[in-house]
């Protein structure tokens, strides 16, 4: 008999396969907020070509280099300091590049400090690095806006991965500028890496 490793005990379905899987046939399911049209014909005639027309196979780890270069001028809109193809490192999807993150932050004796409510992805994979999760409450009372003072009561020096998500999934809250420097603030001069998806995307 198949016995997994000790690490996996706790891991369970998440809340959005749960849904998902229990969804009566016919019914319209929001289980994993897949859109209800098709891939766009561009897309698809575009992927059709590439495969027949252009080299597949093996690349770099860190993804195309025209690809690199192209997501990262895409994120330097409005910076001072713009990215380059170095800073960029393309995976499968997001949950993919969560999981490269947190494995190659926090380990063991680690804290991750993430909002609540978040995205359901991060707890697990925080805990299969064998490092603990906390949480600073975002407050449905208030509008789920950011809280200074949760943050900084959920903050210790174990902390090592600090997530941000703004605007937040699941409740499209964005974090004020303010709130945001605040952040920056409490973290100067502490050992704490922050991860801010894009806009939110996670």
């Known amino acids: 008999m198949f016995t997994p490793a000790e690490r996996l005990r706790n ?9 998902y899987d229990s969804a009566p046939a016919g019914s319209i399911n929001l289980g994993l907020g897949e859109p209800d049209f098709p891939t766009p014909e561009v897309v698809r005639r575009e992927a059709i070509r590439v495969i027949k027309e252009e080299h597949i196979g093996y690349t770099r780890n860190s993804g195309i280099p025209e690809l690199r270069a192209a997501v990262a001028v895409h994120h330097s809109e409005g910076l001072s300091s713009p990215f380059t193809a170095s800073n960029v490192c393309v995976t499968n999807g997001s949950e993919e590049a969560l999981f490269a993150v947190v494995m ?3 380990g063991p004796g680690n804290e991750a400090l993430m ?5 359901i992805a991060y707890p697990p994979v925080v805990e299969l690095a064998g490092a603990t999760s906390r949480y600073y409450k975002m ?3 208030r509008g789920f806006a950011f809280d200074r003072r949760g943050f900084d009561a959920a903050l210790s020096d174990k902390t090592k991965l ?9 409740t499209s809250r964005v974090i004020a500028r303010d709130d945001l420097r605040y952040i920056a603030d409490r973290l100067a001069g502490s050992n704490a890496y922050v991860v801010a998806p894009p806009r939110g995307r996670l």
């Open 104 to 106: 190659s932050i926090v």
């Open 139 to 141: 407050p449905a009372a």
């Open 162 to 170: 600090v997530i941000l998500i703004s605007p937040s999934n699941p």
């Open 11 to 19: 891991i369970r379905k998440s809340a959005t396969r749960v849904l």
């Open 115 to 119: 909002p609540d409510p978040a995205y």
